[in-house]
């Protein structure tokens, strides 16, 4: 039984500044994979996912033939890792999460993790309006959400970004430094789950 989780952030290449902070229990480099497939799958109308700040500023990314990176920030227990990434994303600034943390992906409104409460969304709205006073922050967010659902509806989306998203994606799929550490990753958990079951029986 896996007992620990990662928190993550993915940061511009450009900047190295980390623009968004998350939990996983798989490898950090299997969950950079499923960002990027998310984003593909929305720039291609797949209603599974919902474009985002987090999205609008991958797609950006790749659109620009570039792809965000991805660093530990830290490893902790299954116990703890709401108050941790909670710690993480009020500690960081320019992030393109869009709660407080420790919800576990709750801005689906229901489409994963069941209906966000209404406490939840007043929050998050507070939030948002209290960041929008920055001038820095909303020329920011302004950048960002340049792509925009509605956007891609009625402009479309030309070849030639799509074979740049696609480029990209791929070039991270079967880049063999992040197919190493996923192949290491898996072999430890692995391991990992071997010695457990050896211990409790």
């Not at 999460?97 to 229901?110: F, P, R, S």
């Not at 994606?169 to 190493?180: G, H, L, N």
């Amino acid at each position: 039984m896996i007992k620990e989780a990662y928190i993550y952030g993915l940061y511009d290449p450009r900047t190295n500044e980390i623009r968004y902070v998350g939990k996983t229990k798989n490898s950090i480099e299997c969950r950079l994979r499923e960002h990027l497939c998310d984003a593909r799958n929305i720039m291609h109308g797949n209603k599974r996912r919902r474009i985002n700040k987090r999205y609008a500023w991958i797609i950006s990314l790749l659109i620009q033939g570039e792809l965000p990176g991805i660093k530990l920030l830290e490893i902790v227990s299954l116990d703890n890792w709401k108050a941790r990434e909670i710690h993480w994303i009020a500690r960081l600034p320019c992030l393109t999460n869009m709660t407080i943390g420790g919800d576990g992906g709750g801005t689906t409104l229901g489409m994963k993790f069941g209906p966000v409460p209404e406490e939840r969304k007043k929050l998050i709205s507070q939030r948002t309006k209290e960041a929008m006073q920055s001038p820095e922050i909303k020329a920011k967010c302004r950048v960002g959400g340049l792509i925009s659902s509605s956007k891609l509806k009625e402009t479309g989306i030309s070849e030639e970004i799509k074979q740049k998203i696609s480029i990209g994606v791929k070039r991270a799929m079967w880049d063999p430094v992040i197919r190493e550490r996923q192949l290491r990753g898996l072999a430890n958990r692995t391991k990992r789950l071997q010695e457990e079951r050896l211990s409790s029986s």
